[in-house]
């Protein structure tokens, strides 16, 4: 054989070598995709999901009694994911939660973060992680930018209205109470947590919930208490005009009804479903 054919021969030899190292390679990052794939399709598709909410370490949080007793130099934050520095109202930095670790000016001092409110989890795991590398003095205010109006008496014109969005992520930790209104047995399975109560649907319908809520005690210093849920926006419009509420930041309506949440649920599930179909490589959908 000449030296020519050896040549080609070992450079064939050592293309199928690397060719197969690489398939093997894909083939693991697919598989693992797989994998978070139907972990995500199981957040989406098997509800209810939140029976044991997540517990938040304490320590992380304070409560609108303790950031009152807070110090004049402490350094605020607005970590709501949705804003530009522009949108900011709040008169305090703006800094998203993955760039935290990235300013070394906050090392050292006392900072608490402001979110939606309904972000505990990624706010709770963040700064365990922070904590972690050595940002001692962090800390995050329970309710977020709701009870920063409290807190500051700044009108802000919050919404007494949640987006689906916001009602999946904060039935993950908090302790708020569903209250549904005409909905049937096979539709409340569908929510991630069971309502305390489920008012049949009527004209008398708006009645029965000013009597049920005339005897409860709404506790000013707390986030959201209840949430109400009726079939739909149509009904969710006419039960508002009917129903209001002292302090419209503890009693929330859900935008939409269940129509809009199961919606926001499918459109995610087929976001899930169809992932990297299309694309070069595996797993490009961020959750």
Request: with cysteine; aromatic share 10%.
């Amino acid at each position: 054989m000449s030296v020519f054919h050896s040549n080609l021969l070992y450079r064939l030899l050592f293309s199928c070598t690397v060719l197969s190292f690489c398939c093997q390679i894909s083939a693991n990052e697919i598989n693992n995709c797989q994998e978070d794939i139907q972990n995500y399709r199981d957040l989406f598709t098997h509800l209810p999901i939140n029976q044991h909410k997540e517990s938040l370490d304490k320590t992380f949080w304070l409560t609108i009694e303790q950031a009152r007793n807070l110090s004049d130099d402490v350094v605020w934050i607005d970590v709501r994911s949705n804003l530009f520095n522009s949108d900011n109202q709040l008169g305090i930095l703006t800094i998203p939660l993955n760039h935290l670790e990235k300013k070394d000016f906050l090392y050292d001092k006392t900072v608490v973060l402001v979110g939606t409110g309904f972000e505990q989890q990624t706010i709770n795991r963040t700064i365990n992680t922070l904590r972690q590398k050595g940002y001692k003095h962090l800390f995050a205010l329970l309710g977020g930018i709701r009870t920063w109006s409290k807190l500051k008496e700044q009108n802000l014109q919050l919404s007494n209205i949640i987006t689906p969005e916001e009602f999946l992520l904060g039935s993950k930790t908090i302790n708020w109470q569903i209250i549904t209104i005409g909905l049937m047995p096979q539709d409340i399975d569908t929510l991630p947590e069971k309502p305390i109560r489920n008012f049949n649907l009527s004209e008398e319908s708006h009645l029965a919930i000013k009597h049920f809520f005339k005897n409860k005690i709404i506790n000013n210093d707390t986030f959201i208490q209840y949430v109400l849920i009726p079939p739909n926006e149509h009904i969710t419009k006419l039960l508002k005009r009917k129903l209001t509420f002292p302090d419209p930041s503890e009693v929330v309506w859900l935008e939409g009804g269940l129509a809009s949440y199961q919606q926001y649920v499918k459109q995610q599930a087929n976001l899930i479903n169809n992932a990297g179909k299309s694309l070069s490589k595996p797993c490009r959908l961020t959750l």
